[in-house]
């Protein structure tokens, strides 16, 4: 093919004209990044740190809860697939609690992300639910927003109740289920009750000396961060 | 000249708002549409993030209309457009970012929109910039109020509340803004679910046909009664 001095003099132009509107959207984009980078960052450990304080709360202890972390290896126990951080809570260097993610995987549609505290004695500490995929209106009753329920409990420990109340009462346990949707706080309370049983055997390595704070840490900052 | 300015004002405005509705009429955007209107509040961020959207892509358009080319306009479209919504997210992300906690994950669904790109090829790239800003402004309420509505019946009839969550717009106020309708309401799903949204959607596009038709209807009859006036 020939192209006229013309034809090619408007094919250049075109060109740059496409090259010039990517190059001032990216340099837009860039420059935005930029200026709200630390602000973003900044936002995001004070929304994290809202989170944890909801279930340990702010008086309680005088570390740094996202300073002070330690990366967990994936537990059948919590049915972690991924590494995961646990956040530990002192106060004058004596534990206090201890917070780490735990997914119920058998929920009604798909797994059901919770975040776990427990304190330093074994009791619970609080319980909240941050990602799941469950029917509106009928089993989302596990979230926080929506009910009570994720309150009840609050201050159980694996002797209270025992092994066969760990169970919703449907089942012969001491939780209640919903009308309709039984399915999720089944799997709630299981998961609950294995991170318990995690925390037992674990107690040791979840309270012990913090690690440096490096990328993977902050990358697992971040997904806590976003899980909502 | 000042008529004919406010002629085409309104003219703009009953387009975007009524006429040529972008949820009613041109049926655009429906996936963030039916996706996020489960709630009165859902919708209406939705709503403000998409009417912003579209106000800045129009003007922005509208102003490089002297150097587009016509092959190379959808990219260009397109780079602009997705510029805008990532410039906005992390805008929000670092100002705004209880507001952004709410509204983050419908933002990049504005990118899905292709009300935005239709607008920017059938009105802005062929208008001044008043004109254009304004047509995205009016497109954009347009399809907000359509999005309000449709979250306000789904919240009624699926949960019985109005207003819930709201304060995560509009700060420690909103708690005092939910009304609860019904106390022992205990909630109807099908509303909530997706299919409950295309219903609604039915039904709104439905409400407008009848108007419309009433006042064609109307219409017709004044002309009727005026012809033998004129003959």
Redesign the interface.
């Known amino acids: 093919m020939n192209f006229s001095n013309l034809q090619i003099k408007g094919i250049l ?2 060109a740059s ?2 090259t010039l ?2 190059a ?3 340099a ?2 860039g420059v ?2 930029m ?2 980078e630390d ?2 960052k900044y ?1 995001e450990k ?2 994290l740190l809202r989170k944890l304080n909801n279930i340990i709360p702010a008086e309680s202890y005088d570390n740094d809860l996202l300073l002070d972390t330690i990366t967990i290896k994936p537990s059948t126990l919590l049915s972690t697939k991924k590494e995961s951080l646990a956040y530990r809570a002192r106060k004058n260097e004596q534990d206090v609690a201890v917070v780490f993610s735990s997914i119920a995987p058998s929920g009604y549609n798909g797994s059901i992300h919770l975040l776990v505290g427990v304190k330093a004695d074994g009791t619970l500490s609080g319980v909240r639910v941050v990602k799941h995929r469950e ?4 089993g989302d009753v596990v979230e926080i ?1 929506r009910s009570n329920w994720i309150l009840g409990f609050d201050d159980r420990s694996l002797s209270n109740p025992d092994d066969k109340g760990w169970k919703v009462k449907r089942d012969g346990g001491v939780f209640d289920q919903f009308t309709g949707a039984t399915i999720t706080p089944r799997a709630v309370v299981k998961a609950v009750h294995n991170a318990l049983l995690y925390f037992e055997q674990n107690q040791k390595i979840l309270f012990s000396v913090s690690q440096a704070t490096d990328i993977k840490t902050e990358k697992l900052l971040k997904k806590d961060h976003d899980d ?1 | 000249m000042t008529t004919d300015n406010t002629n085409q004002a309104l003219n703009i405005s009953k387009n975007g708002l009524w006429t040529n509705n972008v949820a009613l009429v041109q049926l655009l955007g429906l996936c963030p549409l039916l996706a996020v209107t489960g709630t009165i509040i859902n919708g209406l961020g939705l709503g403000i993030a998409t009417l912003i959207t579209l106000v800045l892509s129009n003007s922005i358009v509208s102003l490089i209309r002297p150097w587009l080319k016509s092959e190379i306009r959808i990219p260009i479209f397109v780079l602009i457009i997705a510029s805008i919504v990532t410039t906005i997210e992390l805008s929000m992300n670092a100002w705004f970012h209880e507001l952004y906690l709410v509204l983050g994950i419908f933002i990049p669904l504005i990118v899905t929109n292709c009300s935005i790109i239709a607008r920017a090829e059938a009105f802005a790239s062929k208008n001044n910039l008043l004109d254009s800003a304004l047509d995205g402004f009016m497109m954009g309420f347009g399809f907000t109020l359509v999005l309000i509505t449709l979250g306000g019946l789904r919240e009624i009839v699926g949960f019985g509340t109005l207003f819930a969550n709201a304060q995560l717009m509009f700060g420690d106020i909103g708690h005092t803004m939910t009304i609860t309708l019904s106390e022992d309401y205990s909630g109807f799903l099908l509303a909530v679910l997706p299919p409950g949204a295309f219903i609604g959607l039915g039904l709104l596009i439905a409400i407008k046909n009848i108007i419309d038709k009433r006042q064609s209807a109307q219409q017709a009859i004044v002309i009727q009664d005026a012809e033998p006036a004129v003959s």
């Not at chain 1, 029917?135 to 009928?138: H, N």
């Open positions: 132009i075109t004209l496409l509107f990517a001032s959207g990216a837009l984009v935005t990044f200026q709200t602000d973003i936002n004070l929304t029917t509106p209106g009928l927003s909502r």
